[in-house]
């Protein structure tokens, strides 16, 4: 069972306050609500990996919590920061681990709800900007690929992936 | 201590809690304060460069030159507030105050625009936009860099409270130190300028928001990712 509001305050507190015990419960607290909060939103054997970097921040950043506002939002924008910079970080670079068979090893259901996720935001944007992104950075076809397949120029693709990555990125931190 | 990503959970939460210690509250009554010093820090430089305007005091200043300080002193205002608060990490809604204040500011450099071009236009009132543009006034730009340059100290302070906090939105925080740093400084130079027309305050007093507004955007995020 996941820690409620009043105790995560009450734990945070403690913590700010320097009670190395109460960091302790706090931390792995903190580590399980993350956990939950990243399984609908990434693969899953990307959580483990997001769960430390989020603590790392929780715990860089802990004094930026004011203790007369509630904590889960307070978490949950960090938490959503951190996110939004992971996903840049995988669409730029490791995006095809999307569709890594380890994922499937763990929970179907997770590599699924991860990818329509996705779609559901990739659908926001204009189409072809979508398809390029989808094409080069998700199932990992060449500039010169997707050019041809779209009948796009290579420089139009990149300005497309350029865009509609950035779009992306304002999406996810629009998300509530 | 810095922490770094360990090869489990459980070693990192156990790292981080035995170097737990007490922390020092950030607050945004601390960045307001911080870049209201800066600000008069900005002004008293200004004012040992440049004397204090003392038409101010005798009653020589246009309406101009207050309307466009004041909204100058309300954008600072409005956009301190929205600084200081997206320093830390929050979700929802924010407020798009300081937004509404830049256009308010920009109808000064507007009006002063259509103004002159009504005049020019019209052979009863030609004689009015050829002053203008005949003034020296009109086109003693140095006020613009001036302004900017006082809007370095303020931009300095804002940065280093964003940075000692946690911003979420690095752009907005990036377009909010701009418009801090642009208006508060513009205001810090404002305060020493003697040229009071319409077309000199509207456009070389307010020019500097716009600089620091492009410029806060480009490079404030970069300085504050965390």
């Known amino acids: 069972m996941v820690a409620d509001e009043p105790t995560f305050a009450r734990l945070m507190v403690a913590a700010q306050d320097g009670d190395k015990a109460a960091g302790n419960v706090l931390l792995t607290e903190v580590g399980v609500w993350l956990e939950r909060y990243f399984r609908r939103r990434v693969p899953p054997h990307q959580i483990d990996d997001l769960v430390q970097e989020v603590l790392i921040a929780f715990y860089t950043k802990r004094a930026t919590w004011d203790p007369s506002r509630p904590f889960l939002p307070w978490l949950a924008a960090i938490a959503r920061y951190r996110w939004v910079d992971h996903l840049r970080k995988v669409y730029k670079h490791d995006a095809k681990e999307l569709m890594d068979d380890d994922a499937v090893e763990d929970s179907e259901e997770e590599v699924v709800m991860a990818r329509v996720s996705l779609d559901r935001l990739l659908s926001g944007l204009p189409e072809k900007q979508a398809r390029v992104i989808e094409m080069v950075k998700i199932t990992g076809l060449s500039i010169r690929e997707a050019a041809e397949k779209t009948g796009q120029s290579e420089s139009l693709v990149k300005v497309n992936i350029h865009r509609g990555l950035k779009k992306l990125a304002t999406m996810v931190e629009e998300v509530e | ?226």
């Open chain 2, 1 to 226: 201590m810095t922490m770094e990503k360990q090869q489990s959970r459980e070693a990192l939460i156990a790292a981080m809690a035995a170097d737990m210690a007490p922390v020092q509250r950030v607050k945004p009554s601390q960045g307001a304060a911080l870049i209201a010093f800066a600000a008069v820090v900005a002004s008293v430089c200004c004012i040992a460069i440049f004397e204090f305007w003392t038409g101010q005091i005798t009653g020589d200043a246009s309406p101009f030159f207050w309307i466009t300080n004041g909204l100058l002193l309300l954008l600072g205002a409005s956009s301190v507030s929205g600084l200081v608060s997206s320093a830390l990490p929050r979700v929802g809604s924010r407020g798009n105050a300081p937004f509404w204040s830049a256009g308010m500011l920009a109808l000064a450099p507007i009006s002063a625009f259509i103004t002159v071009l009504s005049w020019g236009l019209n052979n009863e009132h030609a004689h009015h936009a050829a002053n203008v543009m005949n003034d020296p006034a009109t086109w003693y730009w140095e006020c613009g860099v001036y302004g900017s340059m006082a809007g370095a100290i303020v931009a300095l302070a804002a940065v280093l409270f964003l940075r000692r906090g946690a911003p979420v939105s690095l752009e907005r925080a990036g377009w909010l130190t701009g418009l801090a740093a642009g208006s508060l400084g513009a205001l810090a130079y404002n305060i020493t300028c003697p040229l009071d027309t319409l077309a000199h305050v509207a456009f070389w007093h307010t020019v500097p928001v716009l600089f620091w507004a492009v410029a806060g955007r480009l490079a404030v995020p970069h300085l504050i990712r965390w």
